[in-house]
């Protein structure tokens, strides 16, 4: 029997996504998801409100979190999913991560006016999500002052990993990020694979606690997901799958691009009750 759709990967407005909770959870509902996980950056203030609004409409909220650390230079994106985002101590850390993220948007800012592009942080601080700073916000600025033509231009150009204007976060190894997200009980799953191909380091994250693998998203190839779905059956990983929906934040809605069945979501509560099981 089909179980419906669902999305695992979606921000909004309190990251970098441009949509509200709210609209987020309308999006979903007029697109036929069972569920979505709200998986906003260093930010947790989504979840609530996209619950209320879930609640109204029939659409399941999974509480979510992206968190993002460095290995060998490359970003690393976990996921966590269930996580007790009530947690003190968690949250005042994605609030000391949101603060970074505002000095190292100052710091691109600097960057940027040594290559002649003059940004303020008040332009800047009228795009930005609740407390939430990131590059998408930065890119979207360099977009509409017209020094770039595209999204795509500003991170090849700018500010995308290691280029002439890039400053990188707080650096968290992957393996913190994964022990953060279990100890707020919470299921760690390693995001679009694909887009940071550090395969190697998959059986000592999977030491570590890691239960899933991102297998479908949005800037995954057919191949991509029949390669990583290997991966993560050789290594017994769930397989999860989200759009990596920002709204109108990456110029198109992703929501609807990409889902996995509801059973996906009954596997995750199964691990869940495992943990809260664990104590
Ligand atoms: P930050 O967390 O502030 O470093 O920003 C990360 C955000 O930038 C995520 O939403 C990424 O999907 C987005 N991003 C990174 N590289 C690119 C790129 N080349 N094109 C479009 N978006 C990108
Ligand atoms: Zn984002
Ligand atoms: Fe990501
Ligand atoms: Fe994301």
Redesign the pocket.
Known sequence: MEKGKVDLHVHTNFS?GTFTPAQTVEKAKELGFRAIAITD?DALDGIDAAAQEGKKLGVEIIPGVEL?AYYNKAEIHILGYYIDYKTQWFRKKMEEFCRD?IKRAERILEKLREYDIDLNMEELQLLKGHGFL???HI?NLLKMKGHVKS??EA??RFI?DYKPCYIP?IAMAPREAIEMVLKVKGIPVFAHQALTQRDGIIPDLVKHGLMGIEVYHSEHSAQNSRYYQKIAQKHNLLETGGS?C?GLG?GEVLMGKVSVSYEVVEKLKELKRKLDEQR
């Open positions: 970098d950056h993002t993220r990131g590059r998408l890119a999204l795509g991170f090849e995308g976060k990596d920002h990456k």
